[in-house]
């Protein structure tokens, strides 16, 4: 079994981690049914059978957008964040790793050629949907986790 790792400030969940490793049988929510990204891990041997499906229309009420980042390639070294803006910590993302950024802020760094794919909530509010400040440079970085 692989992990999933989570990031917290005291008891607010920041990030979930899902490393490139972690495996399960069936279908494996990671998310909590009220978040706004629902992230699964799903293993069904050959010729499994999902049902043909249709979503519902069903409204949702967003306020706080959450995204996902899958890492096809490099190293991505993630900084930690905060609401208020105050540094945590940091970790490094490798090929195949998958990131759940749930709340507080967060920068990153290439530390290797990096391509990765990011899902979240739209429509996109341009300016309005994020505010930047001035984060940590690569000599700050504290790493309480996995690197």
């Known amino acids: 079994m692989g992990q999933v790792e989570?990031?917290?400030?005291?008891?607010?969940?920041?990030?979930?981690?899902i490393r490139n490793?972690?495996?399960?049988?069936?279908?494996?929510?990671?998310t909590p049914n009220a978040y706004s990204?629902?992230?699964?891990?799903m293993h069904h041997p050959a010729g499994k059978v999902i049902d043909a499906h249709v979503h519902n229309l069903?409204?949702?009420n967003v306020v706080m957008t959450q995204e996902v980042l899958f890492l096809k390639k490099g190293i991505l070294r993630v900084d930690f964040y905060d609401e208020?803006?105050?540094?945590?910590e940091s970790r490094d993302l490798h090929a195949g790793d998958v990131i759940l950024l749930v709340s507080g802020g967060?920068?990153?760094?290439?530390?290797e050629e990096v391509e990765m794919i990011?899902?979240?909530?739209g429509?996109?509010?341009g300016d309005e949907d994020k505010k930047r400040f001035n984060g940590i440079d690569g000599t700050e970085a504290v790493y309480k986790g996995d690197r």
């Open 37 to 41: 990204q629902q992230v699964a891990y």
């Open 84 to 88: 208020y803006e105050d540094y945590l």
């Open 21 to 30: 490793d972690y495996t399960c049988d069936g279908v494996d929510f990671i």
């Open 6 to 17: 989570e990031v917290k400030k005291k008891n607010k969940l920041l990030a979930m981690i």
């Open 106 to 111: 967060h920068g990153f760094q290439a530390l």
């Open 118 to 121: 990011e899902v979240k909530q």
């Open 58 to 60: 069903v409204h949702r």
């Open 123 to 125: 429509p996109y509010a």
